[in-house]
């Protein structure tokens, strides 16, 4: 069954903001222009609406070339190898939302690229802070069942794996149900949105 989380209790991940935008913050700005990124930051972050969708599926066959599970196939031998050993898939989807993405636009067709930068690189970073939330909430699931979760995860469009996957993953999860979307381009919108399978296998 497919279950929903909503307001996902994940820190603010400044170092990896900074990282993204290119810089170190000890060595190359000063504490003024430093406290103006981390008030754009924590305003970004207020506005997120960080949701997530999620079920966990037996795997049906691996031929190592193609894996079955929800009775939908997905192709990609890199995947196949990386959870070989592994019994069950965990499948996630993570967004932002809506607002961030939003006031980010609304930043650049008023020319403000200060703020517009930020945020961009905040709605990326608090996506995949999410995600590795959803890595560590789906680890102790895995746990309770004596399993564990493999550390890596996987994404369409990642490796020899086709972004057309994404359909499969929207067939399955419905993503929609937390305003996640999918363009014929097979991207997501919002474009804050992460996808990922991760293995479950025995402890």
């Known amino acids: 069954m497919t279950s929903q989380l909503f307001s996902l209790p994940v820190n603010i991940p400044f170092k990896r903001i900074y990282s993204r935008m290119g810089q170190r913050v000890s060595t190359e700005i000063s504490s003024e222009i430093k406290n103006k990124i ?10 997120c609406e960080l949701k997530a969708r999620y079920e966990i599926f037996n795997i049906e066959r691996n031929d190592g070339e ?11 031998k890199s ?4 959870v070989k050993n592994c ?22 067709d ?15 970073e608090i996506a995949e802070e ?8 789906l680890g102790k699931i895995a746990a309770a069942k004596g399993k564990k979760i493999m550390k890596r995860r996987f994404s369409p469009g990642y490796s020899d794996m086709s972004l ?3 359909k499969k993953i929207f067939k399955l999860l419905k993503p929609e ?18 996808t990922a399978f991760v293995g479950i296998e025995k402890a």
């Open 130 to 137: 999410g995600a590795e939330y959803m890595h560590d909430f």
């Open 177 to 194: 149900n937390i305003g996640i979307n999918l363009l014929p381009s097979f991207l997501m919108i919002p474009e804050k949105s992460v």
């Open 38 to 47: 981390d008030t754009v930051i924590n305003d970004a972050f207020v506005i």
């Open 66 to 76: 193609n894996i079955t599970f929800g009775g939908e196939t997905f192709v990609s």
């Open 79 to 82: 995947f196949c190898q990386l």
């Open 164 to 166: 057309e996957m994404q």
């Open 87 to 108: 019994d069950e898939i965990a499948l996630f989807a993570v967004t932002v939302g809506n607002k961030l993405p939003e006031k980010r636009q609304e930043f650049i």
């Open 110 to 124: 008023n020319g403000e690229m200060f703020n517009a930068v930020v945020y961009d690189a905040a709605g990326s």
